[in-house]
């Protein structure tokens, strides 16, 4: 899961060469105000972000639905829209833990993002 943040429009690094499978999300919800910077430009909106550089052509802008993220808990939540839907990388790419030192695949595909969620 990526996230955009403020100041991103100052960013201007590149990202990686492919990047698909993510979960993008703003705090207001809105995917035309996320900005996002790639190779020293600033593109505002996912849709324009996808469509200038041809990135994330599978990803998708829906809320996580984590734990609490104003007070830095970013676990899953039941019903949230990254259970199960990431590609299942080798553990020479992603490791065997997640972000709490738990098994990273439980069910049937890896969750999006660092945390996966033990209960199904």
Known sequence: MLGTVDGARREGSRPPDVADDNLYWTTDGD?????????????DG????RRATGLDRHSRFLDPRLARPT?????????????????????????????????????RDMDVGADERQQR
């Open 31 to 43: 995917p035309g105000t996320a900005s996002f910077g790639s190779y020293g430009t600033t593109l």
């Open 46 to 49: 996912f849709r324009d972000y």
């Open 71 to 107: 007070a830095g808990d970013l676990h899953l939540r039941a019903g949230s829209p990254a259970i199960d839907s990431g590609a299942v990388l080798p553990p020479v790419v992603v490791g065997r833990f997640d972000v709490d030192r738990q098994a990273r695949v439980v069910g």
